[in-house]
């Protein structure tokens, strides 16, 4: 197991979890945070055909697959910005495939959501991007949503940056900045939609670093979209842990041992791998075995 102590360019990082997050991680073991049940949908084509899964509370599931497969619309669906056409949908005890919108904005509460480019607010500084959410929700005294968005630029490496604007970061530092306004309402569950494509190797290990951070510290259950293979497996080999009074990064070499991530692909809107990293690696099927050359 290799070791790398954790990179940032400020402020301190550590545990955000509140009392939901602690509820949602004492839950039944058995019981899935996001379950897809048959889920079917369709435009001009089929999108989804039958996809079926759980998500696990406290884990990551990994969604590959080609372009046009479905994947993102799988995220779209369990936010309810899109309606199945058949099949079921549970979000943290909530079937949300029939939920109108003032119900589901009680789901999309407990969900927070890191999209491809960051979709940061250009007008807005920093701290005005991370604290928007909770800014246009009405229910913090403005000292409290200060605190609280210094508190999540401190999380991602970015204390100092609270009075920028997002032209003055980098792409690695709006994407951390995206990473802090989707924690800063504290959710229980993590939506990553390709949050490292267009970013150099080293960028990008700062980005999954985070994902794992935010798995491992907080027990946050997470949905990752990508087709970024060594990011993927980045996220499955990486955990954070304590040691010595301090949370360094740990690598697992063997990935046979690996557990809290499991790998699911699709292919013309149906699922055909689920598994473990391992499994992946090793699967004989052709298009697997394609798609991972």
């Given at each position: 197991?290799?070791?790398?102590?954790?990179?940032?360019?400020?402020?301190?990082?550590?545990?955000?979890?509140?009392?939901?997050?602690?509820?949602?991680?004492?839950?039944?073991?058995?019981?899935?945070v996001?379950?897809?049940?048959?889920?079917?949908?369709?435009?001009?084509?089929?999108?989804?055909?039958?996809?079926s899964?759980?998500?696990?509370?406290g884990?990551?599931?990994?969604?590959?697959?080609?372009?046009?497969?479905?994947?993102?619309?799988?995220?779209?669906?369990?936010?309810?910005?899109?309606?199945?056409?058949?099949?079921?949908?549970?979000?943290?005890?909530?079937?949300?495939?029939?939920?109108g919108?003032?119900?589901?904005?009680?789901?999309?509460?407990?969900?927070?959501?890191?999209?491809?480019?960051?979709?940061?607010?250009?007008?807005?500084?920093?701290?005005?991007?991370?604290?928007?959410?909770?800014?246009?929700?009405g229910?913090?005294?403005?000292?409290?949503?200060?605190?609280?968005?210094?508190?999540?630029?401190?999380?991602?490496?970015?204390?100092?940056?609270?009075?920028?604007?997002?032209?003055?970061?980098?792409g690695?530092?709006?994407?951390?900045?995206?990473?802090?306004?989707?924690?800063?309402?504290?959710?229980?569950i993590?939506?990553?939609?390709?949050?490292?494509?267009?970013?150099d190797?080293?960028?990008?290990t700062?980005?999954?670093?985070?994902?794992?951070?935010?798995?491992?510290?907080?027990?946050?259950?997470?949905?990752?979209?990508?087709?970024?293979?060594?990011?993927?497996y980045?996220?499955?080999?990486?955990?954070?842990?304590?040691?010595?009074?301090?949370?360094?990064?740990?690598?697992?070499?063997?990935?046979?041992?690996?557990?809290?991530?499991?790998?699911?692909?699709?292919?013309?809107?149906t699922?055909?791998?689920?598994?473990?990293?391992?499994e992946?690696?090793?699967?004989?099927?052709?298009?697997?075995?394609?798609?991972?050359?």
């Open positions: 197991m290799a070791q790398r102590g954790d990179e940032r360019d400020d402020g301190e990082e550590e545990s955000v979890l509140d009392e939901g997050q602690a509820e949602a991680a004492a839950r039944d073991v058995d019981e899935p996001i379950s897809f049940r048959d889920v079917h949908v369709a435009y001009d084509r089929p999108i989804l055909r039958g996809v899964f759980n998500l696990s509370p884990t990551t599931k990994i969604v590959l697959g080609g372009s046009g497969s479905g994947k993102t619309t799988i995220l779209r669906l369990a936010l309810g910005l899109l309606k199945l056409d058949a099949g079921s949908i549970v979000v943290d005890g909530t079937e949300v495939s029939g939920l919108e003032e119900d589901m904005r009680d789901v999309r509460l407990k969900i927070g959501m890191v999209f491809q480019e960051g979709a940061l607010f250009d007008s807005l500084t920093v701290g005005e991007n991370v604290g928007y959410r909770l800014i246009e929700d229910k913090l005294e403005e000292a409290e949503i200060e605190s609280r968005v210094r508190e999540m630029l401190g999380f991602v490496g970015l204390a100092t940056h609270y009075d920028k604007m997002p032209s003055d970061l980098s690695g530092q709006k994407r951390r900045v995206a990473f802090a306004r989707a924690l800063v309402a504290r959710p229980q993590m939506f990553y939609d390709e949050p490292t494509t267009g970013l190797p080293i960028t990008a700062t980005i999954t670093d985070l994902i794992c951070k935010v798995r491992d510290l907080d027990g946050v259950s997470s949905i990752l979209v990508t087709h970024q293979l060594r990011d993927a980045n996220v499955a080999r990486t955990f954070m842990v304590k040691k010595d009074d301090e949370y360094v990064t740990s690598v697992v070499d063997d990935i046979a041992t690996l557990e809290g991530t499991e790998f699911m692909m699709l292919r013309e809107g699922v055909v791998f689920e598994g473990s990293p391992h992946l690696q090793t699967s004989t099927d052709p298009y697997i075995k394609e798609f991972l050359s």
